[in-house]
C-alpha cells in the first residue's frame, strides 16, 4: 500500500473510532476483525484486504471513500457572494452544499408567484425529500398533488416525473434533499 495512503487510512480510522468513543478492543468486535489487525490499521503499517476496510466501514458508519480521503479542514465559511445559485425558468434555486457528497443534493428553491418548475428524475431507487419554509409550494409527483404550507414535508420518489408549483400570490421557499440511489 502506498506510503502516504497507509497514513492516511490510519489516522482516518483512528480518529474515526476515537470521536466515537470506542477502544480498539470494541471496535474490532463491532468490525468482526482481531484487535491486531485494527491495530495495524490505525498504525499505518498494515497492509488490509478489501474485506477488512468493508468491515471497518460498515462498523464506523462511513463509506469506503471517507476511510481514506483527506481530512477536509475543520471548518469552511462560505460567503453568500460564493454560493452558487442558478435559475431554472423562474425558479432560483441556492445550492445548499458548496462541496460535493457523494449521492446527495441539497438546494433552497424561491419560487415566485404562480410560477411552476418540472422537477427533473433521477436515477432508479432515488429518494427526495420537500419541506416547505414560506408560503406554499403544491408538489404533483406519481400522479398525486401534496398540498405544502410552512413546516410540511413530504417524501418521495424522485426517479419519476414530479413539478413543484406556487399557488398564492407571494414568493414560497422550500427545501429539496435528494438521496441519489446507491448503484
Known amino acids: 500500500m502506498d ?9 482516518n480510522v483512528k480518529q474515526l473510532r476515537e ?4 477502544t480498539q478492543q470494541r471496535i474490532a468486535k463491532l468490525a468482526e476483525v482481531p484487535r ?24 464506523l458508519g462511513v463509506s ?14 462560505h460567503s453568500k457572494n460564493d454560493i452558487r445559485v442558478v435559475t431554472r425558468g423562474s425558479v432560483r ?14 438546494d433552497r428553491l424561491e419560487i415566485p408567484p404562480h410560477a411552476r418548475m418540472a422537477g427533473i428524475p433521477h436515477t432508479p431507487g432515488t429518494r427526495e425529500y420537500l419541506t416547505c419554509e ?19 414535508l413530504v417524501a418521495f420518489r424522485g426517479d419519476q416525473r414530479h413539478s413543484y408549483a406556487n399557488p398564492i400570490d407571494r414568493v414560497a421557499v422550500g427545501y429539496s434533499v435528494v438521496v441519489l440511489a446507491k448503484m
Do not use: Q
Open 3 to 11: 506510503d502516504d495512503l497507509a497514513a492516511r487510512l490510519g489516522r
Open 19 to 22: 470521536a466515537r468513543g470506542l
Open 36 to 59: 491486531a489487525t485494527w491495530a495495524h490499521l490505525e498504525s499505518g503499517e498494515g497492509n488490509p484486504t478489501l474485506a477488512v476496510l468493508h468491515r471497518a466501514a460498515l462498523a
Open 64 to 77: 469506503l471513500e471517507e476511510l481514506i480521503a483527506t481530512p477536509r479542514a475543520g471548518c469552511a465559511f
Open 93 to 106: 434555486i441556492k445550492k445548499l452544499l458548496p462541496d460535493p457528497i457523494p449521492g446527495m443534493e441539497m
Open 134 to 152: 414560506a408560503g406554499e409550494i403544491v408538489l404533483v409527483a406519481a400522479g398525486e398533488s401534496f398540498h405544502l404550507t410552512a413546516g410540511d
